[in-house]
């Protein structure tokens, strides 16, 4: 993929704003009435879940960031965007740095051994690039006391991302919320939209239901409830986001809501674009401010 410069002038213009302002004219009108909170700040922070340029280097994606007037990641150990060795992390950490750009979450990552010395090196990871929420992939059940031990030494929290129907373990944020609810309160979930539509759970009613546990979000929009294929931006598909996103606003949420698009891996941009402009137009169409 390369960067036009009809792409680059349009998401860095008036442009962008103006097409938030056009997706959120598509909504019912019922669903766009502004909140009394007319012109206040957006209390839902919006960031980028890195998997999303999977197939992209670390310099490539702080240049589509700045596109995108988003400066807040969540990071994975995918290319380069942020690698388990100390010395290459230190040099991601940098250029993140340089970039004005803020890791906030890191993730999936997945505890597969019930070893202290496996578990710690994966909390010494983050804490170096001061990162406090852990996303974490289908940890074994039996492995969450030993991991609560960590999450209490280093104060980083644990969210445990749902992956759907397939999941072995974790179909829904419900199913964590059981495992959870007797754990240190830093231990909770990472709700995924689309997992959790496809699961049979309603979305709006877990984030009520997980509530203070609730440490990160992964956004994105299907078209059918039932299909993973289906992704397409949000904004395209049937994905309650503006219930999303109130659920999130009553329940106090303070974390991210990072777009996660995980369809065409090899030219992303489009997809990315129109979604960050759907998600900002819901929330002009609440009344909010968003930064860009």
């Known amino acids: 993929m390369t960067n036009k410069p009809s792409r680059r002038s349009f998401v860095q213009s008036g442009a962008f704003l103006a097409a938030a302002t056009v997706a959120s004219s598509t909504l019912p009108s019922s669903a766009m009435q502004p909140s009394p909170a007319t012109g206040a700040p957006s209390p839902i922070q919006l960031g980028l879940a890195s998997y999303t340029f999977r197939n992209f280097t670390r310099a490539q994606m702080i240049g589509f960031m700045k596109q995108l007037n988003v400066s807040d990641l969540n990071v994975k150990d995918t290319k380069d965007h942020l690698p388990m060795d100390p010395t290459e992390e230190a040099k991601a950490l940098a250029d993140y740095t340089a970039a004005g750009i803020k890791l906030h979450a890191a993730g999936a990552i997945y505890f597969t051994k019930d070893d202290d010395a496996d578990i710690r090196s994966k909390f010494e990871y983050c804490k170096r690039a001061g990162i406090s929420v852990i996303v974490a992939g289908d940890p074994d059940p039996a492995t969450l006391p030993r991991v609560e ?28 919320l059981k495992s959870v609810k007797n754990l240190d ?42 299909s993973k294929e289906s992704q397409v931006a949000v904004g395209e598909g049937i994905m309650p986001v503006r219930g999303i996103f109130e659920a999130l606003i009553k329940t106090k949420y303070k974390g991210f809501v990072d777009l996660e698009y995980e369809i065409h891996a090899d030219d992303p941009m489009p ?17 909010y401010l968003t930064h860009s």
């Open 149 to 176: 031990k960590f999450v209490k030494e280093y104060d980083i929290r644990i969210a445990i991302h749902n992956h759907g129907p397939e999941d072995k373990l974790w179909h829904s944020p419900l199913d964590i």
């Open 185 to 226: 309160p830093r231990i909770g979930c990472c709700i995924d939209v689309g997992h959790t539509v496809r699961a049979g759970t309603d979305v709006v009613q877990a984030i009520h239901e997980v509530g203070p546990r609730l440490f990160n979000v992964h956004m994105k929009d299907l078209t059918n409830f039932q």
């Open 271 to 287: 997809g990315v674009i129109a979604s960050f402009a759907y998600m900002r137009g819901v929330l002009a169409g609440m009344g």
